[in-house]
């Protein structure tokens, strides 16, 4: 019996060692994909066109509302 169990545990062992393994592996050619990937840099462009968008249109308002200001309005005349 006690060969038995020495035999079960060094079949569960490797079953165990071999599912890491091929989780490993996937993972590394999960992140060497990721790596590869043009994603990153697309999201990199279109984050800096918003931000320069955001920008234009807050200088917009901006200058819109300073123009308001400085002209008298119909109501105070």
Do not use: C
């Amino acid at each position: 019996m006690n060969l038995a169990l020495v035999h079960d545990r060094e079949l569960i062992k490797t079953f165990w060692e071999r599912r890491i393994e091929t989780q490993t592996q996937q993972a590394d050619s999960e992140e060497q994909r990721m790596s590869q990937s043009a994603l990153k840099k697309l999201r990199g462009e279109w984050l800096v066109r918003l931000e320069n968008r955001t920008k234009h249109l807050k200088n917009l308002n901006d200058n819109y509302m300073r123009k308001m200001k400085m002209e008298p309005s119909a109501d105070q005349t």
